[in-house]
């Protein structure tokens, strides 16, 4: 088998993740008070699936699910923030390897490298990448595209780091550990 293919599970997880995350994206947000701003609980998934499947995996999720989140709830995609959740995604996916979750182990080493790396791809992404986008793309103000960004990065990162580190740990706990098991 071609090693560049997607697996038939990355693949159903693609799909499930997906839906999910439109599931939670509509039935799971919290308004900010800033304009077209919520607290997403959907990141903190796309954390989990991303470390699990990988970073293909990651910013495929996050780009199919939002995308669609925006198109069934919204009426039309707002592609800056699409792009943001395929970067993100993408990007907490990179770690996957480096986490390795399927041993079992997400100790306290563990945690704080995941949660570096998702606060520093969520800086980039809402802080920067976002406002540049909506910018460029759709002609939006400098001061509320940033505003947006500032608050949607910070309420990702936290959800993330209390929700994605609460699924991760948990996930791990149903993993077997390496070398927990001993022939008799």
Not at 35 to 58: C, D, H, Q, R
Not at 67 to 92: P, Q, R
Not at 108 to 113: F, G, M, V
Request: glycine share 12%; proline share 3%; no cysteine.
């Amino acid at each position: 088998m071609n090693k560049n293919t997607l697996s038939v599970r990355t693949i159903v997880a693609i799909g499930i993740g997906a839906a999910v995350f439109v599931i939670l994206g509509r039935f799971a947000s919290i308004p900010t008070g800033i304009p077209n701003s919520n607290i997403e609980v959907t990141y903190a998934f796309l954390a989990l699936m991303a470390v699990i499947f990988g970073p293909v995996a990651g910013g495929l999720i996050g780009l199919i699910g939002h995308a669609l989140k925006d198109l069934i709830f919204y009426g039309s995609i707002w592609w800056s923030w699409v792009v943001v959740s395929m970067f993100v995604g993408f990007l907490f996916g990179l770690i996957s390897k480096k986490l390795d979750i399927e041993s079992g182990e997400f100790g306290r080493q563990k945690i704080i490298t995941f949660n570096l790396v998702q606060v520093g791809a969520q800086a980039l992404g809402w802080f920067l990448l976002a406002p540049v986008l909506d910018i460029v793309i759709y002609a939006e103000p400098t001061s509320k595209v940033f505003i947006q960004g500032l608050g949607v990065g910070i309420s990702n990162m936290v959800t993330v780091g209390i929700l994605g580190t609460l699924l991760l740990t948990l996930y791990a706990k149903t993993r077997t550990k390496t070398g927990s098991l001993d022939r008799e």
